[in-house]
């Protein structure tokens, strides 16, 4: 199939297609027209990524799971440095929110202090 369809298929964009592709993840094989043609199994493969880059993985992190991308990720059991590799990412993703959160606070805090208590919503 096309990029396209495979777009169309697993609900994403050929850009970030291609992008997965730049990446290793996937890999497509040429036409004579040059186009890109991926095999009918990428369609697994690429529903996979999505599924794990909306848990919060980079693709980076996606690449450890590399061996069964292929099957039901979802469903099948973490490997140990699949379980590292997540319990990482769930660190970082902790102490942004964390740092996020303080800049809230101080910005809320600032607001009070200037507007004597009184924050008023925007919009």
């Known amino acids: 199939m096309r990029i396209g369809e495979l777009a169309r298929a697993t609900g994403t964009t050929p850009r970030a297609l291609r992008h997965y592709e730049q990446a290793g993840l996937i890999s497509s094989q040429r036409a004579a027209n040059g186009y890109r043609v991926f095999d009918e199994r990428a369609v697994v493969r690429v529903r996979n990524i999505r599924h794990l880059l909306a848990a919060g993985l980079t693709l980076d992190d996606v690449r450890v799971f590399l061996p069964c991308l292929d099957g039901d990720v979802a469903a099948a059991p973490p490997s140990d ?43």
């Open 81 to 123: 440095k699949g379980l590292r590799v997540a319990l990482e990412r769930l660190a970082v993703l902790d102490g942004r929110i964390a740092a996020q959160t303080e800049a809230r606070d101080r910005l809320e805090a600032a607001l009070r202090r200037t507007t004597g208590g009184r924050i008023r919503p925007v919009a």
